[in-house]
Nanobody, 123 residues
Framework: QVQLVESGGGLVQAGGSLRLSCAASGLPFSILTMGWFRQAPGKERELVASVSWNGGMSYIANSVKGRFTISRDNAKNTVYLQMNSLKAEDTAVYYC????????????????WGQGTQVTVSS
């Protein structure tokens, strides 16, 4: 029943900015955390940011800290990932995910996933 649809990906020049959106529908009331992951070819899937659905607490991975921010608009059932000062190494497929746990920094306990959106940063 849960659907997570990412949008906002595309091609951007290094140093530029991009904002990803995740439109959620059918989320169970038990969902506590929304997260953004990314995966580049040949690399492990990486949790880049997460936010508590109701409390507003957030986690930002060290690799993107200071450049990325996560936010959510509960009224719109939407989660955002604002990406600034983009680097070539940020190129990846970015996935939105949701889980029923409040473990913000944990990456292996997500229950629902979107299909992903491609972000390509050119040099």
């Amino acid at each position: 029943q849960v659907q997570l649809v990412e949008s906002g990906g595309g091609l951007v020049q290094a140093g530029g900015s991009l904002r990803l959106s995740c439109a959620a529908s059918g989320l169970p009331f038990s969902i506590l955390t929304m997260g953004w992951f990314r995966q580049a070819p040949g690399k492990e899937r990486e949790l880049v940011a997460s936010v508590s659905w109701n409390g507003g607490m957030s986690y930002i991975a060290n690799s993107v800290k200071g450049r990325f921010t996560i936010s959510r608009d509960n009224a719109k059932n939407t989660v955002y990932l604002q990406m600034n000062s983009l680097k070539a190494e940020d190129t990846a497929v970015y996935y939105c995910a949701a889980k029923t746990r409040a473990t913000l920094a944990s990456s292996n306990d997500y229950n629902y996933w979107g299909q992903g959106t491609q972000v390509t940063v050119s040099s």
